[in-house]
């Protein structure tokens, strides 16, 4: 598959857009360079169902937190739920925290907005596939 696309995003993912889907990509690098890098995506399929995890798990995430959670936890669709040492909800092991309701609301709106940049270049790439 043809790469169309690839935008950075700020929570530490790409949007890459191929000649027919899209995805998000995640890379973690560990703490130093013994540790391989843990590749991780989200399908166009997958965004949806993806942000409502992350809205779940953030709400389990205060919830925990008001009792006074001090553990690490696997929420919904692999991700990390963490107290303490890089706290937050993550979307992929440690990888970009979130601990503020701000936050989530930037994440998922910059979510969204990839998922509506993406659909836009597919749509028009089958526009001038058709010409």
């Not at 700020?10 to 990509?25: A, D, H």
């Not at 890098?37 to 965004?47: N, T």
Request: net charge neutral.
């Amino acid at each position: 598959m043809k790469v169309i696309y690839e935008e950075p995003l700020k929570c530490k993912g790409k949007l890459v857009v191929l000649e027919n889907r899209w995805y998000l990509s995640f890379e973690e690098q560990g703490p130093d360079n013994r540790y391989k890098k843990r590749p991780f995506q989200v399908l166009d399929k997958e965004i949806e169902e993806f942000c409502e995890q992350l809205q779940k798990n953030f709400t389990y995430y205060e919830e925990q937190k008001q009792k006074g959670c001090s553990s690490i936890i696997k929420g919904e669709g692999g991700q990390w739920i963490r107290f303490g040492i890089r706290e937050g909800v993550c979307l992929f092991y440690q990888s970009y925290p979130i601990k503020s309701r701000k936050k989530l609301e930037e994440t998922l709106l910059e979510l969204q907005m990839a998922k509506e940049k993406a659909e836009q270049l597919l749509n028009k790439e089958k526009e001038e596939t058709l010409l």
